[in-house]
Structure formats: C-alpha cells, structure tokens
C-alpha cells in the first residue's frame, strides 16, 4: 500500500529558533498521525534544529534543493553527501522558483536526483506548466518535456525510489488551487507516462502529490481524488495549526 506525504515547502522563511517554537507546538499534535507521512523541508540553516527537534518522532525532514558531486570547489552549494550527514530524509528537486529564478533545467533536475538518490535521500521532484501553457492547451507537452528531460533517465530501480509533485506555477502561492478534477487528470496523464517508462506497476506505486495552493479548505477534496497521493505545500506549512489541519485532511 503506498502510504500519501504531506510535504511542506518552508521556502526561505523561518530562523532555527523559529524552527524549534514550531516543532515544539507542531510534534504533539500530529503524534498519533499514521496515515500518511509527514515531511517539511526547511532553508539550509535550519535542517540541524528541524533534525533535532523532530528527533524520534514520525516528522521527517528534507531540504529544498541540493548539489551533484559530493564536496569539492563550489562555493555557495550544498550536496546530498552533506544533507544526508545533517539527518535529512527527502530533497525537493526542480522546484518551478528553481527554475524560473535560479536557471535549474530539466537537465540539472536528472542531475540533482541522481545525487540525492546516491545518498539516500527520497527525491520530491517538481513538474508544472505556466499560466499561458495551460491556456494554450500545451500542459502535457510541457510535463512530458520536463519527465523525458528530467526522470526518464533513471534506471527502475531509481525510479522506484522517487516522489513526484505536479506543481502547476499558475497555482502557487496565488490562492488559486487547480480544481480537484483538472489535478486528478493531469496527475493520471503523468502515471500514464511512467507506466509506458517504467511499467504499470511501478506507475501505479508512485506517490504523485499536488501542490499549488493547497490549503486546510481544499485539502480534502484534492486528496480524495484517485489520482492524488498527497500534497506539497507551501504557505499553509508554515503555522503548526492549519499544518495539522492539512496532515488530517
Ligand atoms: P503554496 O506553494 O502552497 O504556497 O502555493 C506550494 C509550493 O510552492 O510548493
């Protein structure tokens, strides 16, 4: 049975301390969670406090981005080698601000998953069309560009240990969510893209979760839907309440 993740997206908000008073508030009230995996990922600086904080509980921790290779001349980077050694479980790979502000490609997404998935961690990688290529009715060209380009590379064995989030830029941050419907569809025309790469089975084991301004109104009916396998959620992850509320959609 795969089990639903609901990841949360900090993005560049929250100090350690911030981290901690969260943790502190958020632990109890989602202890008894079993039906679905629990998973925030925080900025860089505070993956240490989130580690620690969420130490022995069922909250894992992932970080947002990271580097290929495993240390070396690059000032400014981050690899898996190191997130793996802080106590990080999951990564988010090609995030669409990634890609629209740091020059992240389909190309440098195969290349960050190959190294996360070298050191253990559990790849959450982002696929999502802008607003004008819905509306020109070229969002599965695009998906299918973005999961040649970016996952059709990986052996089965690497594949199978992948998360994917069907983003759609339209929707983040901008209170308006992709209906339940119009997500279930694009989310089975992605299954049928790794079912012809990768096999029936394996498309049918995949978590594809939906993200894009998903909120504790519209949780529900989003993870109801077939297709759904849980959600990445950015601005309603910060505050451990309406967090809580999501994880008990
Ligand atoms: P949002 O962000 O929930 O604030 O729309 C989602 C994301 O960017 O992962």
Known sequence: ????????????????????????????????????????????????????AADGSNVAIGAQNLYWGREGARTG?????????????????????RRQFFGETDATVLKRTLAALEYGLTPIVCLGEHLDERESGRT?????????????????????????????????GTGRSATPDMANETHRFIRGKIAAKFGAAQAAATRILYGGSV???NASTLMAEAEIDGGLVGGASLEPESFTRLVNY
């Not at 989602?30 to 925030?40: D, K, L, P, Q």
């Not at 992948?162 to 983003?167: F, G, M, Q």
């Open 1 to 52: 049975m795969k089990k639903p993740i609901i990841a949360g997206n900090w993005k560049m908000y929250k100090t350690p301390a911030e981290t901690a008073a969260f943790f502190e508030a958020f632990r109890p009230m989602v202890a008894e969670v079993t039906h679905c995996e629990i998973v925030i990922c925080t900025p860089f600086t505070n993956l240490d406090a989130a580690v620690r």
């Open 77 to 97: 980077e981050v690899s898996g080698y190191m997130l793996q050694a802080v106590g990080c479980r999951y990564v988010v790979v090609g995030h669409s601000e």
């Open 140 to 172: 599965e060209a695009v998906l299918s560009d973005q999961f040649e380009g970016g996952l059709a590379a990986l052996t089965p064995e690497q594949f199978a240990e992948v998360v994917i989030a069907y983003e759609p830029v339209w929707a983040i």
């Open 215 to 217: 909120n504790p109104a």
